[in-house]
């Protein structure tokens, strides 16, 4: 079963009927602005009707008649009367009070000329306030209550009529059985689904379907599986609407870079229940709960980081992610032959801040540099140097990538920054195939956008795509060793060097113990860094990086002194090359747009096929 992670095992996704975990909230009426007007409308006060008119606020007048029925009350018992009516808050409520107010004085048939008759009622009007009772005409009683004579003619008046509010209100609406509903219910429940393998602390409920799943064809299914329904009896948005609102599930898609022992755990176990060993079965679900809840460790860690490092008074921690996205090809032609053809690559490292949620995007293109520790770590010292300077602490989450991020010269920088810098450095490493980080999300928005597009042709238009993915919050881009522009030109935007940070420390650092199984290494000033095997648990494993006889003066001045890591655009493959201009010449270039002309090959051995990414 497909999902956006890797997850737990097959399960029944059928909740109780009427719980409020479905995917989306059933709808309120008090929360209506409809409802909400009429509540205001009953109560006498200000409101903006329907159509957008602003209404003032009920308010007692007080008339002059022949009887000056109104001076038969003091000001605060016309203000009780008033207050009385509109406290009760309900229309119906309020004909109801009105209507004990009345009663029929007399009643006579009057005959019309053609023979036609009607009965022609007169009407006594009492309002008592405390021991205080009176008779007062139909003018002033209208006044006192702030009614207009029509209510009274249409719904008090008329004795004989119900005293029920019916306006919008009727019986003939269209009626749906419910064993239809509960066959729907357990069609949708019979469908096998999983856990995310990401999220799983904030999206506990959630389950996942299979990819190839979707409404319409589960749809489809039902009707086919109950013959005796029709379209016309159990409609598609009938189906969609108890999908929506009585269960909290969605449709995964198609895994990738998934663990490969929870893979093992899922194939173990279908062994073990189709041999029906359940104590088997029963010992690996245990096995893999425990493996999952380790890989939760990571996730939670950042959460709880973030949230210390924002309600830190000192702001003296950094809480950062770092990750490189898939790689974006260049020229993308939308041709049927570039399936077939190699492409140029435009690399994307990410440095995500999870406490100010803001995202720094290093760009370049595979002929500038390569994607190695010179620059991870050229691009994390240049992220480091613009940190505020009241920042002492850094905590870093990266996957366990060893030519990128798990590796000695990483360490040993990391290693240096808190001995010049920075005080200290947390370095988290995930369980190998659970590394989601805000990061992902940043790129999941990128490749939203690059849905958009069909066609891409020069470097400027995949830096734009970065930089308009997220207009309210927009991505900072730097360039990485040249300008990404399509004549390679400054346009105002840093760039960073990457310097050979790899030659400048080799002759003074070592491995650190163990770092292939490492999940966390503290770097504090004056100290040996330390490790831990485990994702709990505090750092107490000596993991040092430097060589015997070196000292962290002999790291400083190497860095300090590190040398540019290349003098030249990197040659690429011949065969890459070839590929590149044959799909060049179905889009059309400017005079302007130099980028490509930097591109140089190298011949390289034809059975040395290149990984596409």
């Excluded at 909290?248 to 176990?269: M, T, V």
């Excluded at 060793?481 to 346009?491: G, I």
């Amino acid at each position: 079963m497909d999902d956006p992670g890797e997850g737990g095992a097959f399960g029944n996704v059928l909740q109780e009927i009427g719980n409020k975990n479905g995917k989306r909230r059933r709808s309120d009426p008090n929360e209506w602005k409809k409802t909400k007007t009429k509540k205001l409308r009953d109560k006498g006060e200000a409101h903006t009707s329907l159509t957008g008119k602003d209404v003032t606020a009920r308010t007692q007048t007080v008339v002059e008649c022949r009887c000056q029925c109104c001076r038969k009350f003091t000001d605060d018992e016309r203000s009780s009367i008033f207050t009385r009516f509109y406290s009760l808050a309900d229309h119906e409520k309020q004909n109801i009070y009105l209507r004990g107010c009345v009663r029929v004085k007399h009643e006579e048939d009057v005959r019309r000329r053609g023979g036609n008759g009607m009965n022609r009622r007169s009407f006594v009007y009492t309002i008592t306030v405390g021991a205080n009772t009176q008779n007062v005409c139909q003018k002033s009683f209208c006044a006192l209550h702030a009614i207009k004579k029509s209510r009274l003619e249409k719904k008090v008046l008329k004795t004989e009529d119900a005293i029920q509010d019916s306006r919008g209100k009727h019986d003939n609406h269209a009626r749906i059985d419910d064993n239809i509903r509960n066959r729907i219910r357990q069609h949708i429940s019979q469908f096998p689904a999983r856990e995310s393998h990401y999220s799983r602390s904030k999206q506990s409920t959630r389950k996942y379907l299979d990819s190839s799943l979707n409404v319409s064809a589960m749809h489809r299914l039902f009707l086919k599986d109950n013959p005796d329904l029709t379209e016309e009896t159990a409609k598609e948005w009938l189906y969609r609407d108890i999908f929506n609102h009585d269960f909290n599930i969605s449709f995964g898609y198609p895994r990738s870079d998934i663990c490969d022992k929870c893979e093992w755990y899922h194939a173990q176990l279908k062994a073990a229940e189709s041999d029906e060993d359940a104590e088997r079965a029963a010992e690996l679900k245990t096995q893999h709960e425990l493996h999952k809840r380790k890989a939760d460790v990571f996730n939670k860690q950042m959460q709880e980081l973030s949230k210390l490092a924002k309600n830190d008074p000192t702001k003296s921690r950094a809480v950062i992610c770092m990750d490189y996205q898939k790689n974006l090809p260049l020229p993308l032609t939308g041709v049927g032959q570039e399936y077939y053809k190699r492409q140029l690559w435009l690399h994307n490292l990410c440095i995500h801040d999870m406490v100010k949620e803001e995202a720094t995007m290093y760009v370049y293109s595979e002929h500038f540099a390569a994607k190695g520790p010179n620059e991870v770590i050229s691009c994390l010292n240049d992220y480091i140097n613009h940190l505020p300077q009241t920042i002492t602490s850094l905590h870093l989450f990266t996957d366990n990538c060893f030519s990128q991020n798990k590796n000695k010269y990483l360490c040993s920088y990391l290693n240096y920054i808190c001995n010049t810098r920075l005080m200290s450095v947390h370095l988290y490493y995930p369980i190998p195939g659970h590394s989601r980080m805000p990061c992902d999300r940043d790129f999941g928005r990128i490749e939203q956008k690059k849905k958009q597009i069909d066609r891409v042709s020069r470097p400027s238009e995949w830096v734009e795509v970065i930089k308009t993915t997220d207009i309210s919050k927009p991505f900072t881009v730097k360039y990485v060793q040249h300008p990404v522009t399509d004549d390679l030109k400054s346009d105002g935007t840093p760039v960073v060097k990457v310097k050979d940070y790899k030659a400048a420390l080799e002759p003074h650092i070592q491995p650190p113990r163990r770092i292939a199984s490492t999940r966390g290494i503290v770097f504090e000033r004056s100290k040996a860094p330390v490790g831990r095997q485990s994702m709990t648990g505090i750092c107490t494993d000596p993991m040092p990086v430097l060589k015997k006889g070196s000292k962290i003066a002999n790291v400083k001045s190497a860095v300090r002194r590190a040398a540019d890591a290349f003098a030249d655009f990197l040659p690429i493959k011949d065969a890459k090359l070839r590929d590149v201009n044959s799909l060049l010449e179905h889009v059309h270039l400017p005079p302007s747009v130099t980028f490509y002309g930097t591109l140089r090959g190298i011949e390289a051995d034809d059975s040395d096929d290149e990984e596409l990414e």
